[in-house]
């Protein structure tokens, strides 16, 4: 009798012990957490219209008629575009182009170039800003390309005002830049005004 107890207290333990690992539910495993990749502020590109004041004064040239200087100075009108890049609320990096090809005839300009972008936040939509950089720039009237420094300043308005430093959507902007001066051989001054719409991403 002793035996038989023995035995079916063993069956039992075996039974339970078998039942008691279909019935283990496993502890959830927490997600990895997948890292996001966070833009500080954005694209953005524009464009509109540009006037440009050019002088020059080459060197002398010889004719029949004696030495004469090749003197020049014009204004005319055309189109920029712009695309650039916020790292932050105070600096940026923007490429520019702009093609004149209307007004004085034959001094058409074409200009290539890449600035760094200082910008002082005045206010949730205002923004004032310098430009400093380097580009060539092609004088028609010289038959050349000319590269150099280039410098300039102005100020760009946002419709929507700016959350946490970040612009978005439409604005407008206004700049002064020279994009060449050189004097030497070549002695040339370049002045353009810029006007125009950006969109903010």
């Not at 004469?68 to 940026?92: C, E, H, M, V």
Request: glycine residues 12%.
């Amino acid at each position: 009798m002793g035996k038989v107890k023995v035995c079916m207290g063993l069956l039992v333990a075996l039974t339970l012990g078998a039942n008691a690992g279909k019935n283990f539910i496993p502890a959830p495993s927490k997600p990895i957490p997948v890292p996001v990749i966070k833009v500080p502020l954005g694209l953005y590109l524009g464009g509109g219209f540009t006037y440009s004041s050019s002088e020059c004064e080459c060197l002398p040239i010889e004719s029949t008629s004696g030495t004469i200087a090749k003197s020049t100075d014009s204004t005319t009108y055309g189109y920029n575009l712009k695309a650039g890049y916020y790292f932050n609320p105070y600096i940026g990096l923007e490429a520019k182009y702009f093609y004149t090809p209307w007004g004085d005839d034959d001094r058409t300009l074409k200009h290539y170039g890449l600035y760094l972008k200082p910008t002082y936040p005045v206010t949730d939509h205002l923004d004032v800003y310098a430009l400093l950089g380097y580009g060539v720039t092609d004088c028609e009237v010289l038959k050349d390309s000319e590269k150099g420094f280039g410098w300039g300043v102005g100020a760009s308005y946002t419709i929507n005002p700016k959350v946490k430093g970040k612009k978005d959507g439409a604005g407008f902007y206004l700049e002064y830049l020279r994009p060449l001066k050189k004097t030497g051989n070549k002695d040339i001054t370049i002045d353009t005004i810029h006007t125009g719409v950006e969109y903010n991403w």
